[in-house]
């Protein structure tokens, strides 16, 4: 009979929780609201297996709050209704959990607002979505966002041991290593590998373990400290423009069981990162690298991804966008916050010169002070945008 390992060692309390010390660490603003019973209408979103629901539920014992736990993508309008009806007269408010809150309907979300505006309970979301693009503004107005982040490895070393004492399993150091690195931050995840691998034999092994899960689930693979040596040398490979050595580390990357969107996540970034204008058509394919790999998956998407890849190494490199944005943003944060001139202010200022009305370009002041953030290195198409843009201001002056 399956036991459920993940069930039965969800944590009770807040100090058996594990990870999320950004959130629940000792005098963090979450960890203090939940002591205090002061916890508002709230979103967590993240990963799956980071304990969205596990603090949901902490949440609720702490208060003594009557739990629902429901699902938007089942979810019935006269099934919230019967909800807050059942708690009217009631002292004690319950707590509306509700998983994949994204999916929610704008009509659900608008029966949710009257009475999350009036707190006849309190209303807590999760998602692996960021939730600000699914929920409209008036939901947003009314909650809390935090973030959750993957488990670290120490987090899921910790609750392999509890658990594997207290189930009288031998789980080897290979296995061990293979159960936290392939389950990408994951819990439930490594306890249900963990407690299927168990009923196969009491003495878990890598073998049984690669059987049932032959590649990591999401970022990572078996091996850690591989994962991440060999992604940095795959992308300073294709930003040295050496063609093979890039080929070879994605190789290796693909035979250790690397998602194939991990892999073009990677490209995406390193298309903007450190090609840029050089050849602005690198991102646009990365993009399309990433969308296609994710519908089609191994062993088609190999050959998708080497596509990309010999063309991100192949292509000029520019870091140009990338340190420019950095420049201004520290300029930014280091106080340099100039007013907006009148002129461009909206709406339109009777002094604002509209360009098209002087074929495209005329000449007139955009900040209070210049400032200069951008350096192309004119490489690749840089040196046509450069040259536009003598083009463009030139012929007017």
Known sequence: MRKNLALLYRPKSLDDFLGQEHLLGSGAPLRSLIEKDALQHSFFWGPPGTGKTTLSRIVADLSGRPFYELNATTLKVDELRNIFRQYTQALQKPLLFIDEVHRLSKSQQEVLLPFMERYDGLVIGASTENPYFSLT?????????????????RHLRTMLEKVAQKEGLAVDDEAAAYLIDSSGGDLRAMLNLLEAAASVDTKVTLAILKSLRPEALHDGS???????NLASAFIKSLRGSDLDAALYWMARLIAGGEPPEFIARRMVIFASEDIGNANPNALGLAVDTMTAVGRIGYPEARIILSQCCV???S??????AYTAIDKALSAVKKGEL?????????????????PHDFGGWVEQPYLEKPLKFY???EMGYEKRLDEWLEKIRGKKK
């Open 137 to 153: 503004a008036a939901m947003r107005s009314r909650s809390l966002l935090f973030a959750f982040k993957p488990l670290e490895p």
């Open 222 to 228: 078996a091996s850690a400290d591989t994962h991440y």
């Open 311 to 313: 063309y991100l190494a």
């Open 315 to 320: 292509s000029p490199k520019s870091n140009a």
């Open 338 to 354: 100039q007013p907006v001139p009148k002129h461009l202010r909206s709406p339109d200022h009777p002094g604002y010169l509209y």
């Open 375 to 377: 350096e192309s290195k």
